[in-house]
């Protein structure tokens, strides 16, 4: 999709199916609070997520695959690690995200992936900061 698109056409689907990923879990209630959310739609990956709240604004999030295969990232490929993240990964969770908290922005912080490191984990740090102002959240 890169290759035909280049970055914007990836990064706009993945937002997109993040978004539609969270309106559906607006309409069934399952909007009780970030954490929980990140771990539900990372179960359904089927993935062990560990989701460690930090602080009021931060989150660190580790992401446990029973294989070295992201299902967003796919395998072992250290040159187009990035490309996944900035494209796919983190657009796919912001909108995601997006969708079911509008009041908050989220950026992320990638420490480790499987198209990085080979390994089974994914693991970033989340920021949130609330949109009526540039503080972070109290």
């Known amino acids: 999709m890169i290759d035909i698109g280049g970055s914007n056409l990836p990064k706009a689907i993945s937002t997109k199916s993040g978004s539609k990923l969270g309106k559906l879990y607006k309409e069934r209630g399952l909007t009780v609070d970030i954490g929980i959310a990140l771990k539900q739609v990372y179960s359904a990956l089927k ?6 709240k930090l602080n009021d604004d931060t989150y660190e ?11 967003i990232g796919g395998a072992h490929n250290p040159s187009r690690a990035p490309i996944f993240q900035e494209n796919i990964c983190i657009p796919y969770t912001r909108g995601f995200l997006n969708e079911l908290f509008p009041q908050f922005t989220f950026e992320a912080e990638i420490l480790n992936c499987i198209p990085l490191n080979n390994q089974h984990t994914c693991h970033y740090i ?6 009526k102002n540039t503080d972070h959240i109290t």
């Not at 993935?47 to 460690?52: D, Y």
């Open 47 to 52: 993935a062990k997520p560990l989701i460690k």
């Open 61 to 71: 999030v580790i992401i446990r695959y029973s294989k070295k295969f992201c299902p």
């Open 126 to 131: 989340l920021k949130i900061k609330n949109k």
